[in-house]
């Protein structure tokens, strides 16, 4: 009995003694250097991961927002940029139009300088309002001494023409018939046999003029290409003025007269000026006294196309 309590005591004091030597080395072991130093470089690395972590997240976020700045900044620098660029092609052609307008209002004023006849000039404002003939609207009227039934020219291609004549006049504005309107009937005689004859309209621009009441004779005088002008007969349109050229002859044996088609001298589609003239030469009206024209034309001849170039702003 007393060995075996001695052999349990003997057992439990090993036990305890390994325990404490186990203690023993762990303290021994934790509380080296090395160990320590291990746990701080452990710790430290764990921690400058942690760290360079953190600011590579921070540093995309930045830079994504900065990035959508810019973006932003660029987006409306890039459409300031285009609405500058749009001015710019804008302010281009408007010089380029000036330009343009300007060359044309110096060539018409040359030619205005070359009538013979007292004239004002006009500009085209628009289409006969109730649509009843091939009529054009102009910007000058009675005050400006425009009067029924005055003849309308044009300077285009470097050559003056016929354009038609005024038909109806208001206070600021008048009514011009065209030549093609099927209305015309312009008194005209061929410039090189001299053959008369009255050229019509057939209602569209685009349609020949016709040339009637021609002798039979003329059949062998005529050709193609030959330039027809105003006869003066009738008194209404000034002699000598072109009207177009010859572009086919109508010939039948048992009819007794010709029939020509002309090819109108003014570009209707291209017109913009035009000059309402009358009768009375420069010379002419010197000599008489200005209330035999109401005396209305010899006002509004001082200056009226200067005036009309410089209100443009094209020519001072």
């Known amino acids: ?53 953190i600011h590579s997240v921070s540093t995309f976020f930045s830079r994504a927002v900065l990035s959508i700045h810019e973006l932003g900044t660029l987006r409306s620098d890039y459409a300031e940029l285009q609405e500058r660029l749009a001015r710019y092609e804008q302010l281009e052609r408007s010089s380029a139009d000036i330009s343009r307008e300007n060359n044309r209002l110096r060539e018409q004023l040359g030619f205005s300088q070359t009538i013979e006849w007292e004239h004002i000039s006009a500009e085209i404002s628009g289409r006969d309002p109730d649509n009843l003939f091939n009529a054009f609207v102009i910007n000058k009227g009675k005050v400006h001494g425009i ?10 291609n470097g050559k003056q023409a016929l354009v038609g004549k005024v038909v109806q006049t208001a206070q600021l504005e008048s009514l011009v018939l065209p030549l093609f309107d099927n209305h015309s009937f312009v008194s005209s005689r061929l410039a090189q046999s001299r ?20 002798t039979k004779r003329a059949v062998d005088e005529v050709n193609e290409g030959d330039l027809i002008v105003t006869s003066g007969v009738g008194g209404l349109y000034p002699q000598g003025i072109a009207v177009g050229r010859i572009s086919s002859i109508v010939f039948q044996e048992d009819e007794t007269s010709l ?9 209707f ?15 002419s009206a010197k000599n008489q006294d200005p209330k035999n024209f109401d005396g209305a034309l010899d006002g509004a001849l001082n200056g009226t196309l200067d005036r009309d170039l410089d209100s443009e702003g094209e020519i001072n």
Do not use: C, W
């Not at 701080?40 to 942690?50: E, Q, V």
């Not at 589609?269 to 010379?283: A, G, I, R």
């Open 147 to 156: 009067q029924d039934d005055m003849p309308v020219i044009a300077f285009q």
């Open 1 to 53: 009995m007393k060995n075996g309590n001695q052999k349990k005591l003997f057992n439990t004091d090993a036990y305890v003694f390994a325990g404490l030597v186990i203690v023993s080395f762990s303290l021994l072991l934790f509380s080296t250097r090395s160990f320590i130093v291990n746990i701080k470089d452990t710790g430290l690395s764990a921690f400058t991961g942690l760290r360079g972590g």
């Open 259 to 267: 029939q020509i088609k002309v090819e109108g001298a003014i570009d």
């Open 195 to 214: 053959y008369e004859g009255i050229v019509e309209g057939q209602g569209s621009p685009h349609l020949p003029l016709l040339m009637n009441s021609i």
């Open 269 to 283: 589609s291209k017109l913009e000026y035009v000059f309402v003239v009358s009768n009375k030469t420069h010379d």
